[in-house]
């Protein structure tokens, strides 16, 4: 495994993050293929023993049983915790991003974790509701109260991820040092505006669904699998562009055969050939892991990676919000 440093924190990550998503009690009205707590325990141990050390959860996944179960699962395989990043998230729930939201979310999430402090603590959306100075501030004093070493955001658009980082320096409060947005082969549209911004701070990008949640790491549309059939999540975000992603899934697959590499480490390596610190990957198979990892050994030549890119045409906006949404 290889490793980088968070932004300017300090906090070295592997290359690869684990998606937690994947974890907690399935339900009918959030996921039915996420693993039980045994399984958890057992894949969060195979993960480390391949040298991956960083974590990716929230709040509202499985209703908050994904941090129970990870958290559970640290604490039963015995591992330090200074040997760990733990990454969560905030901002679908009561309140959004508000200043009570923030300070209550926080501790039910290093509760349900087993630990004092969080490496990093991102919020999942931009809230419309809440002045960004509030959200700033509240923020920041969670880094003070050593509750958070450092902050992080996801999926928006350019000129508000800009607004919020203005906000920070200005009142000289902690800064996001991450970005969690939403980047693959098939989904791109962040080039245009909030990556280059994020770059322009320094931010490392740890971009969610990289396998474009599984479409990339096989050909053809379907899968077969639980998540393929009953993921209603994954559906609404790609099957919309279904033709144009085909042709590019089929790229990957004719690299990854002349490359003799699976369509997965094409599709990751990609991801570390256009500047990502660590993709974050979800998945309910420890083979799914095995392969990952392999990735960051994998060095993409510019001829590979426009060929994968050249049948790219711009998709309508999946991620950042126009207003607010509960789950």
């Given at each position: 495994?290889?490793?980088?440093?968070?932004?300017?924190?300090?906090?070295?990550?592997?290359?690869?993050?684990?998606?937690?998503?994947?974890?907690?009690?399935?339900?009918?009205?959030?996921?039915?293929?996420?693993?039980?707590?045994?399984?958890?325990?057992?894949?969060?141990?195979?993960?480390?023993?391949?040298?991956?050390?960083?974590?990716?959860?929230?709040?509202?996944?499985?209703?908050?049983?994904?941090?129970?179960?990870?958290?559970?699962?640290?604490?039963?395989?015995?591992?330090?915790?200074?040997?760990?990043?733990?990454?969560?998230?905030?901002?679908?729930?009561?309140?959004?991003?508000?200043?009570?939201?923030?300070?209550?979310?926080?501790?039910?999430?290093?509760?349900?974790?087993?630990?004092?402090?969080?490496?990093?603590?991102q919020i999942h959306r931009f809230d419309?509701?809440?002045?960004?100075?509030?959200?700033?501030?509240?923020?920041?004093?969670?880094?003070?109260?050593?509750?958070?070493?450092?902050?992080?955001?996801?999926?928006?658009?350019?000129?508000?991820?800009?607004?919020?980082?203005?906000?920070?320096?200005?009142?000289?409060?902690?800064?996001?040092?991450?970005?969690?947005?939403?980047?693959?082969?098939?989904?791109?549209?962040?080039?245009?505006?909030?990556?280059?911004?994020?770059?322009?701070?320094?931010?490392?990008?740890?971009?969610?669904?990289?396998?474009?949640?599984?479409?990339?790491?096989?050909?053809?549309?379907?899968?077969?699998?639980?998540?393929?059939?009953?993921?209603?999540?994954?559906?609404?975000?790609?099957?919309?562009?279904?033709?144009?992603?085909?042709?590019?899934?089929?790229?990957?697959?004719?690299?990854?055969?002349?490359?003799?590499?699976?369509?997965?480490?094409?599709?990751?390596?990609?991801?570390?050939?256009?500047?990502?610190?660590?993709?974050?990957?979800?998945?309910?198979?420890?083979?799914?892991?095995?392969?990952?990892?392999?990735?960051?050994?994998?060095?993409?030549?510019?001829?590979?990676?426009?060929?994968?890119?050249?049948?790219?045409?711009?998709?309508?906006?999946?991620?950042?919000?126009?207003?607010?949404?509960?789950?």
């Amino acid at each position: 495994m290889k490793y980088t440093t968070l932004g300017k924190t300090g906090i070295k990550v592997s290359r690869i993050c684990v998606g937690c998503m994947s974890y907690g009690k399935p339900s009918e009205d959030f996921h039915l293929w996420t693993l039980g707590e045994d399984e958890t325990c057992q894949m969060v141990k195979h993960v480390l023993d391949l040298g991956v050390n960083f974590f990716d959860t929230a709040n509202c996944y499985a209703h908050g049983t994904s941090e129970e179960y990870l958290g559970k699962a640290l604490k039963n395989i015995g591992v330090k915790r200074e040997d760990v990043v733990l990454a969560s998230k905030v901002y679908f729930n009561p309140g959004f991003l508000s200043r009570e939201a923030i300070l209550r979310e926080i501790d039910g999430t290093l509760q349900r974790l087993g630990t004092d402090y969080l490496d990093l603590y991102q919020i999942h959306r931009f809230d419309y509701s809440t002045p960004i100075e509030e959200t700033m501030e509240a923020l920041h004093s969670l880094v003070v109260a050593g509750k958070v070493r450092a902050i992080g955001a996801s999926a928006m658009y350019g000129y508000q991820f800009h607004n919020m980082q203005i906000c920070a320096e200005r009142n000289e409060w902690t800064l996001f040092s991450t970005l969690q947005n939403h980047y693959n082969l098939i989904y791109r549209e962040d080039e245009r505006e909030l990556i280059p911004v994020a770059e322009q701070y320094g931010v490392s990008r740890i971009p969610y669904s990289p396998l474009a949640g599984g479409h990339l790491s096989h050909c053809g549309w379907e899968s077969g699998t639980k998540r393929s059939n009953t993921d209603k999540t994954i559906q609404s975000k790609y099957d919309h562009a279904k033709e144009n992603d085909l042709e590019i899934i089929d790229r990957v697959d004719q690299l990854a055969q002349r490359l003799g590499v699976s369509m997965s480490q094409v599709a990751l390596a990609w991801q570390f050939k256009r500047g990502v610190a660590a993709p974050i990957v979800g998945a309910t198979n420890a083979k799914h892991f095995d392969d990952a990892v392999k990735s960051v050994d994998l060095t993409l030549s510019d001829e590979d990676a426009t060929f994968l890119e050249a049948p790219y045409k711009a998709n309508e906006i999946v991620g950042a919000l126009s207003e607010n949404m509960t789950l």
